[in-house]
């Protein structure tokens, strides 16, 4: 088996360095309407055509806030033209609304044995039911038994969060970058809760917008660092390569 899982957009590939890599978390976060949704739903329409006589589920896609859209898998794994007859049958989708239903989702991976897991709004239970330092430390202790599954099962995790209130506002500002141009940009981009994902996380991917109204956007690597970017659109075949 290869050592990684191309997400469906080249650009973004080339930066991870072929893809998700099986075996390690990655952590793909920024402000919303970037399209870390998107992309995961990418990676979910590719995986359930290349896993499609997988003996079960091959992804498992744990939804924090509600975000998952079957019909948006089906229409970009018809844009790509693949067969999207039974590409849903090869999604296990669990729905959580506390952070207890988060976790034991997690623990019950290792009786699915998936090849790809996505957590879309890693943390985004555990900041609304915990205050401060326990906050924190109930999310480390969910990602340390998600490390063990990577290591334990070798999937392809990834994981996306939200950029922190209040530190990349400014109100009324539009980012208009040229794709070509990256000097633009904004510095205090916090991670939610950034300090404890990045203990766990091997590989850390932010997603900009360059141009809203181009539908432009782009992703640059930050652990391991990385001074190149990848531009990509947002378009009925999921995220794919800016041209």
Known sequence: MSYVL???????????????HYGMVTDIYGESGVGKSQLCFTICART?????????????????????????????????????????????????????DQINAVKRLPNINPRVIVIDGVASLFMTEYQGAARHLALMKHLHELAL?????????VITNMIRAGTNQVKGLKITENPNNSSTQLTNEKELMGRSVSIYAHMKLILRTVRMDKSVFKASLLQPLSQHEAYYTITTRGVTDFR
């Open 6 to 20: 191309p997400t469906g957009c080249k650009a973004i590939d080339n930066l991870l360095g072929g893809g998700i």
């Open 149 to 157: 599954v990577a290591i334990n099962l070798r999937p392809a995790i």
């Open 48 to 100: 359930s055509e290349y896993f499609r006589n997988f003996p079960h589920a091959s992804v498992v896609f744990v939804d924090t806030g509600g975000t998952f859209r079957p019909e948006r898998i089906r229409e970009i794994a018809i844009g790509n033209k693949k067969s999207e007859s039974d590409i849903l049958d090869k999604i296990l989708l669990k729905r959580c609304f506390s952070s207890r």
